[in-house]
């Protein structure tokens, strides 16, 4: 498969890349490392005509801060970089976790962490070449009008298949935007949308400058992730836990966040798991509760890796791995 013809940007401040961005209307579209636009390209799922590479702006690509104040990442940091930082390792071991999950480690050498929380939903039926798409009259969320999911809906169920999203939304992270209009700062909770199309609350002239994690200040956070080899493939569930205790001394839950990936086009909260945990300590009974209360939640449907009912299955066990590893955490 070879890449459509595109003019290549470079530019060298945020100002100058949220400017050619403008200048290049709906056709343009940044890019960081290239690991899922570039064989997106390649398959026509995306063709733009000007593409405007990040990775040589400097503010991108540092690290600062740390779990006492919160760190700021940029977002074309890349994930090798977010797995061996040391500040992150020590204060924020399971985002260094989530992104040592992703992939391979020639490919996590050339993804970023922006990229990643960007990440194109995903389906069977959508991401094939271009000829097996038209061989079956393409699908809904590119170029057809039926979802092959669910042919009577009319919403994409595409999912996010994100291991760090789940993650950000778990534990309160805040993402950075600028455009040519200015910019603004949104919760990652309220950054992606139940659509497999639509999936991002992110206009296409704006640029994910930074992610903002916030201070530690007592919270424990937990990433376990279901896939079918044991490195390169996308979550087919992926399960992400934070508690915050009333007390260091690990009284009962203040607050609680269960977010379930790879089961919908968005990061999934179970407010009923959340509910089964705060007020009461991590013990094997409560631990139990929200693992079925995110087992009754999740709906995974036929469009990825494995069948979907064992999916299903695996929400409380992934669940139970999640919590149990934050109650072993001294």
């Not at 639509?198 to 990433?223: C, F, M």
């Amino acid at each position: 498969m070879r890449l459509p013809k595109f003019e290549y940007r470079v530019p060298r401040t945020i100002a100058e890349a949220v400017k050619v961005m403008a200048e290049s209307g709906p056709e343009g579209q940044f890019v960081a490392g290239g690991t899922d636009l570039y064989p997106n390209m390649k398959r026509r799922q995306q063709t733009p005509r000007t593409v405007i590479s990040v990775m040589r702006l400097k503010d991108l690509n540092q690290i600062s801060g740390d779990g006492t104040s919160g760190v700021r990442i940029g977002a074309s940091v890349t994930l090798t970089d977010i797995v061996q930082h040391p500040i992150i390792n020590r204060d924020y071991p399971v985002v260094a976790h989530a992104a040592h999950t992703i992939s391979t480690p020639i490919l996590r050498n050339m993804g970023t962490i922006g990229g990643n929380l960007l990440l194109d939903t995903r389906c069977n039926y959508y991401d094939q070449n271009f000829e097996w798409r038209k061989g079956i009259n393409f699908c809904l969320k590119k170029d057809g009008d039926v979802c092959w999911v669910a042919p009577g809906s009319s919403k994409c169920w595409a999912v996010q298949s994100s291991d760090l999203v789940p993650v950000m939304v778990a534990i309160g992270a805040k993402f950075r935007l600028v455009s040519t209009l200015g910019e603004r700062l949104i919760d990652a909770a309220g950054f992606y949308n139940d659509d497999g199309i639509d999936y991002l609350k992110k206009r296409p002239d704006e640029l994910l400058v930074d992610i903002q994690l916030p201070p530690t200040n007592g919270w424990h956070a937990s990433y376990q992730k279901l896939r079918r080899r044991g490195a390169f493939d996308f979550p087919v569930l992926g399960v992400a836990a934070c508690v915050h205790y009333e007390s260091e001394g690990r009284g009962p839950i203040e607050s609680a966040k269960v977010i379930l990936g790879g089961v919908a086009p968005s990061p999934m909260e179970i407010v009923d798991a959340e509910n089964a945990l705060v007020g009461q300590t991590l013990d094997q009974e409560h631990i139990e509760a929200a693992a079925e209360a995110a087992y009754i939640k999740a709906r995974p449907l036929d469009n990825t890796d494995f069948v979907n009912n064992w999916r299903k299955q695996m929400a409380r066990q992934y669940t139970i791995k999640a919590l149990q590893e934050l109650a072993a955490i001294q």
